[in-house]
T-cell receptor, first 116, second 111 residues
Framework: NAGVTQTPKFQVLKTGQSMTLQCAQDMNHNSMYWYRQDPGMGLRLIYYSASEGTTDKGEVPNGYNVSRLNKREFSLRLESAAPSQTSVYFC???????????????FGDGTRLSIL | GQQVMQIPQYQHVQEGEDFTTYCNSSTTLSNIQWYKQRPGGHPVFLIQLVKSGEVKKQKRLTFQFGEAKKNSSLHITATQTTDVGTYFCAASGDSNYQLIWGAGTKLIIKP
């Protein structure tokens, strides 16, 4: 099994350009997540999708949009890239949260994005 | 908003020495997860703690959840080179899909 697949692995953009990061999972998970990771910091949640057809803002949603295309795919779009969005972006998926506990999250290999 | 403080930021050890990282929250946590991220890699789930005072072991790794469910620790006994990486805690409050991540503790083995 591939698990969680992210494309592209690397990308360089100019300020103001737009881009969509793709994520697909083959584990039949209901929930999917987009994080960004900056040096010396933990992961910060951008958006998540608890189940197919729903999306919700996380801790740092400004400047991003998401689409839960189907159960497998969850994309992240930067409409007008800014240097502050230079980061490593991780997509993750998990089974749906239980009544009193979260589920382990499975991560893709990440997209290393630089905005000049 | 909810925050999880993780210390230390770095820990340099000789191979064979022990390693400990701590996570603390000012609010009661529903559960806490621990992940390991190798250099250049992605976070990999290690374990989840749910119950007050819970202690779980995985070989040389011992995970604890505080009695008040506001703190947690990961202890590695007799570190090996394969333990190198950054260890993150990630916690949530009740009825919440969002995990709040600690900043991570980077384990460095001295040459």
């Amino acid at each position: 099994n591939a698990g969680v697949t992210q494309t592209p692995k690397f990308q360089v953009l100019k300020t103001g350009q737009s881009m969509t990061l793709q994520c697909a999972q083959d584990m039949n998970h209901n929930s999917m997540y987009w994080y960004r990771q900056d040096p010396g910091m933990g992961l910060r949640l951008i958006y998540y999708s608890a189940s197919e057809g729903t999306t919700d803002k996380g801790e740092v949603p400004n400047g991003y949009n998401v689409s839960r295309l189907n159960k497998r795919e969850f994309s992240l779009r930067l409409e007008s890239a800014a240097p502050s969005q230079t980061s490593v972006y991780f997509c993750a998926s998990s089974r749906e949260r239980g009544s009193n506990s979260n589920q382990p999250q499975h991560f893709g290999d990440g997209t290393r994005l630089s905005i000049l | 908003g909810q925050q999880v403080m993780q210390i230390p930021q770095y820990q340099h050890v000789q191979e064979g020495e022990d390693f400990t990282t701590y996570c603390n929250s000012s609010t009661t946590l529903s559960n806490i997860q621990w992940y390991k991220q190798r250099p250049g890699g992605h976070p990999v789930f290690l374990i989840q703690l749910v119950k007050s005072g819970e202690v779980k072991k995985q070989k040389r790794l011992t995970f604890q959840f505080g009695e008040a469910k506001k703190n947690s620790s990961l202890h590695i006994t007799a570190t090996q080179t394969t333990d190198v990486g950054t260890y993150f805690c990630a916690a949530s409050g009740d009825s919440n899909y969002q995990l709040i991540w600690g900043a991570g503790t980077k384990l460095i083995i001295k040459p």
